[in-house]
């Protein structure tokens, strides 16, 4: 997975429970916001529901931020790290949108913006 996105615009991980895709996602979302200038790149994550965003993927982002000794902090479902100007700015946040809604996911632009959707098996397409 973590290869793949080197070269690829879009990847997808069908695979078993439990082998590590949550957990691998949620490293390339933090290695993402720490290898740009803070103000240059914004990752989404999202996933089916927002218990599985809340529970699921930021429980990892909340562990693996302090664990590493990184820049910024987080709260339940957003990683903020502080700009030139020592201004928090977010860089990772979390949400899920209502099925078939597609504009809930428009209007976010950012030089680097990597999406990740966790259990994307139940989004439709
Ligand atoms: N590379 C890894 N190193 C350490 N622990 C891992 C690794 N990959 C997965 N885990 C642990 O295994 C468990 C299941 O991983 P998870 O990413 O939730 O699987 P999946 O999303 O594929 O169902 C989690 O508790 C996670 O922290
Ligand atoms: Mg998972």
Redesign the pocket.
């Known amino acids: 997975m973590l290869d793949a996105i080197v070269d690829h615009k879009r990847i997808a991980?069908p695979?078993?429970?439990?082998?590590?895709?949550?957990?691998?996602?949620?490293r390339s979302a933090v290695w993402c916001t720490n290898v740009h200038p803070v103000g240059t790149a914004l990752c989404i994550t999202t996933a089916t529901r927002f218990r599985q965003v809340q529970r699921?993927l930021w429980p990892?982002i909340r562990k693996v931020v302090p664990r590493a000794g990184l820049s910024g902090y987080c709260d339940t479902v957003q990683y903020k790290m502080p700009d030139a100007y020592g201004q928090d700015v977010v860089v990772t946040y979390g949400f899920s949108a209502p099925t078939n809604d597609e504009v809930a996911m428009q209007g976010i632009h950012m030089p680097h913006m990597p999406l990740i959707v966790?259990?994307a098996g139940g989004i439709n397409p």
């Not at 695979?15 to 949620?26: I, S």
């Open positions: 991980a695979a078993g429970f439990g082998v590590g895709k949550t957990h691998l996602a949620v699921q990892h966790d259990e």
